[in-house]
């Protein structure tokens, strides 16, 4: 079993680690997704898989496991800048692949505010008579009370609150993405 620790400390304080949703869970709703992708999006050509990297590796290394279209297997990343007051802006780190005319799923990890993937989706529809035929987006989760972006994902696989959570992928700092599960972490007392 992966040792997670009970309390995480983040800046100065403790937060608690509960689990949100277990291996199994998680294993289990991929599969639904990947079927409902297949199923609306079959076909003998090929489907673009773009990876937002690193957070949705884990996500998409499953889920296209389950996929029975073609695929092709491309990556982005972007890069949040944070400001000390405004909630900050989103880039697209490079170029993207080349993907004209071609049909693209956007894979991430999670939706939060939702600026990374309208910036990503902004930059895609910059491509002009480059830039692809269809465009979907699967997140495995969203966090609908966080959107300040008005976008829904074409796929979600959890809806959750506004708490951090970590696992399956997604990190802090760096860290705790090989979590098996996926978990939240919450202020303590
Ligand atoms: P957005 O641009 O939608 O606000 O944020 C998207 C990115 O912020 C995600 O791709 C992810 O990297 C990071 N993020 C947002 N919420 C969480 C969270 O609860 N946990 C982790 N680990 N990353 C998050
Ligand atoms: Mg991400």
Redesign the pocket.
């Known amino acids: 079993m992966t040792f997670t620790p009970a309390t995480i400390r983040v800046g100065d304080r403790d937060m608690s680690v509960s689990p949100l949703f277990t291996e199994s869970q998680i294993k289990a709703r991929v599969g639904e997704l990947s079927a409902e992708i297949s199923r609306d999006l079959g076909s003998a050509e090929p489907l673009v898989i773009l990876v937002?990297l690193h957070?949705a590796l884990l996500f998409a290394a499953d889920l296209v496991r389950g996929l029975t279209m073609p695929t092709e297997i491309e990556s982005v990343r972007l890069k949040?800048y944070h400001g000390t007051q405004s909630a900050g802006t989103?880039e697209v780190v490079g170029s993207l692949p080349d993907i004209a005319g071609k049909r693209v799923l956007i894979v991430?990890?999670?939706?939060?505010?939702?600026?990374?993937?309208a910036t990503l989706k902004e930059r895609i529809a910059g491509l002009g008579d480059r830039g692809p035929k269809v465009v979907r987006v699967a997140a495995l989760l969203d966090?609908p009370e966080a959107h300040d972006a008005s976008l829904v994902p074409d796929y979600t696989g959890f809806s959750i609150g506004r708490n951090?959570?970590?696992g399956y992928g997604?990190?802090?700092d760096g860290r705790y993405r090989n979590l098996p599960y996926i978990a939240e972490l919450k202020a303590q007392g």
């Open positions: 937002v957070g949040s989103v991430e990890d999670i939706v939060d505010t939702g600026r990374s993937i966090k951090f959570v970590i997604l990190d802090l």
